[in-house]
């Protein structure tokens, strides 16, 4: 399968199902698309430079919400291509969407959104997104269609 589905997502990431991950009923926990989400969400920080503002300046991103609507079951053995994007960005935050699409279907089987705050890890507190890393975001996205 293409990663056509997700062609307005500037990050996809593919991460391929594992036994360890099947519940009991024989389809992927619900707990481990927060970590799909979570691999997607990381590869836009490195992509957007916030894991690099964090090494330089800690100033990062802290998680405020997370959230995720299950489509379908995912089964093993498939593989999950998982899109991110920022679907909304303000002073000090962005909203994430996410899907995540199993290839093997060639369909959706979850979409998810997850608010992340501009922080400053030396002082504690909520800071503006710095002007570069919000350059690279808008990028990206334009990148994307």
């Not at 997104?129 to 690279?136: G, L, S």
């Amino acid at each position: 399968m293409s990663e056509e589905p997700l062609a307005g997502y500037p990050i996809v990431v593919r991460i391929p199902v594992q036994w360890g991950e099947l519940d009991a009923y024989g389809h992927v926990s619900n707990v481990v698309f927060f970590s799909y989400f979570e691999s997607a969400r990381v590869r836009y920080l490195e992509r957007c430079g916030f894991i690099e503002s964090y090494d330089r300046h800690k100033i990062g991103i802290i998680l405020h919400s997370t959230s995720c609507r299950f489509r379908q079951p995912l089964f093993y053995p498939d593989t999950a291509l998982v899109g991110a994007r920022a679907a909304e960005i303000a002073e000090d935050r962005f909203t994430m969407a996410y899907e995540i699409v199993s290839a093997a279907a060639g369909a959706p089987v979850a979409e998810g959104e997850a608010t992340v705050v501009s922080y400053d890890y030396n002082t504690r507190q909520v800071v503006p997104i710095p002007q570069d890393v919000r350059a690279a975001i808008e990028g990206l996205e334009a990148s994307a269609g």
